[in-house]
């Protein structure tokens, strides 16, 4: 029971830990060399387990397209998009802003397939967008202090929007696809379609998301750091995600995978440095009982 709610809990746990160790031991490294690091770290972990577990792949063509899809812009670009947005504006903000992935994902449900909204879900949608306004305000106020000419704060707030977007996909094309996998299979698929996506954004990354100096992935000693931080967000954290994705309803899923903004905000202020105001304290608290009113449709009622 739960098994599905509690894997997806977990992987948000690990995520926004190994979040905090790539912005500790990599915050100028490119943000493409750090997801095909823990991509490919997720890969050897699943195959590791491979002659020890029976894998299961679908005969139908399309899952296994929607489960590459699901890998390429859920998995390559949203994680993507996640670390650039982090490095310009701040694990604490570029994290808050995924809070609206339910919100998305519950009016995706409604108006395209036809699942019922109860009155709990709308009154969570509307705490969701007060939440999140409030923890935009709070940033707006830090970087007009910080630096009023600053333009990497719109950047990198774009550039989260897009992430909410590709994680949205992910999580509605991972539930279409993830019963006629097994877990282990399911994430080398993902995997696979990630990295694939992420080769070919390479020759234009630079231009693309304006990254153009960087350091070396490996440099000053952060070699071991990174591949654990990988191990623990991507290695557990991937395949945690479709046993989420594979055993539990996808607004459950899309609700507590979506839960990294209130372990980070602790974990900002204790290792980071950021700072937790109470605008963006309350925000947060507030989007996240509006989460809980979407993943619980008849709380209210």
């Given at each position: 029971m739960f098994v599905g709610e509690i894997c997806t809990l977990l992987a948000?746990?690990?995520?926004?830990?190994?979040?905090v160790g790539y912005q500790l031991y990599a915050p100028r490294v490119s943000a493409l060399s750090i997801n095909l690091l823990k991509n490919t770290i997720?890969?050897?972990?699943?195959?590791?387990?491979v002659g020890f577990a029976q894998l299961q792949f679908p005969m139908d063509s399309s899952m296994w397209w929607w489960m590459l899809a699901c890998g390429a812009i859920g998995t390559?670009?949203?994680?993507?998009?996640?670390i650039r947005s982090m490095q310009l504006i701040g694990p604490q903000l570029a994290t808050s802003i995924q809070l609206f992935v339910p919100v998305l994902s519950i009016v995706i449900g409604y108006f395209l397939l036809g699942e019922a909204l109860s009155f709990s879900q709308v009154i969570g949608i509307a705490m969701c967008l007060v939440g999140v306004w409030m923890i935009l305000q709070g940033s707006n106020?830090?970087?007009?202090k910080a630096d009023p000419s600053d333009k990497s704060f719109l950047i990198g707030l774009a550039?989260?929007?897009?992430?909410t977007a590709s994680f949205t996909f992910g999580m509605v094309s991972m539930r279409?696809?993830?019963q006629a996998f097994d877990i282990w299979s399911g994430t080398i698929i993902k995997v696979v379609g990630a990295?694939?996506?992420l080769l070919c954004l390479k020759p234009f990354s630079s231009q693309i998301l304006g990254q153009k100096k960087h350091e070396p992935l490996f440099g000053k000693a952060r070699k071991v750091p990174l591949i654990l931080f990988s191990f623990v967000g991507s290695g557990f954290g991937l395949v945690l995600l479709t046993a989420g994705g594979k055993?539990?309803?996808i607004g459950v899923v899309s609700t507590l995978a979506s839960t990294p903004p209130l372990w980070l905000l602790p974990l900002g202020v204790m290792f980071l440095g950021e700072k937790m105001s109470f605008l963006k304290t309350v925000g947060v608290l507030i989007a996240l009982v509006g989460v809980l009113l979407i993943s619980v449709p008849g709380l209210l009622g």
């Amino acid at each position: 029971m739960f098994v599905g709610e509690i894997c997806t809990l977990l992987a948000a746990m690990f995520w926004a830990v190994s979040l905090v160790g790539y912005q500790l031991y990599a915050p100028r490294v490119s943000a493409l060399s750090i997801n095909l690091l823990k991509n490919t770290i997720a890969l050897i972990t699943c195959l590791a387990v491979v002659g020890f577990a029976q894998l299961q792949f679908p005969m139908d063509s399309s899952m296994w397209w929607w489960m590459l899809a699901c890998g390429a812009i859920g998995t390559g670009l949203g994680d993507f998009c996640l670390i650039r947005s982090m490095q310009l504006i701040g694990p604490q903000l570029a994290t808050s802003i995924q809070l609206f992935v339910p919100v998305l994902s519950i009016v995706i449900g409604y108006f395209l397939l036809g699942e019922a909204l109860s009155f709990s879900q709308v009154i969570g949608i509307a705490m969701c967008l007060v939440g999140v306004w409030m923890i935009l305000q709070g940033s707006n106020k830090e970087q007009k202090k910080a630096d009023p000419s600053d333009k990497s704060f719109l950047i990198g707030l774009a550039i989260a929007l897009g992430c909410t977007a590709s994680f949205t996909f992910g999580m509605v094309s991972m539930r279409v696809a993830a019963q006629a996998f097994d877990i282990w299979s399911g994430t080398i698929i993902k995997v696979v379609g990630a990295n694939a996506f992420l080769l070919c954004l390479k020759p234009f990354s630079s231009q693309i998301l304006g990254q153009k100096k960087h350091e070396p992935l490996f440099g000053k000693a952060r070699k071991v750091p990174l591949i654990l931080f990988s191990f623990v967000g991507s290695g557990f954290g991937l395949v945690l995600l479709t046993a989420g994705g594979k055993y539990a309803y996808i607004g459950v899923v899309s609700t507590l995978a979506s839960t990294p903004p209130l372990w980070l905000l602790p974990l900002g202020v204790m290792f980071l440095g950021e700072k937790m105001s109470f605008l963006k304290t309350v925000g947060v608290l507030i989007a996240l009982v509006g989460v809980l009113l979407i993943s619980v449709p008849g709380l209210l009622g």
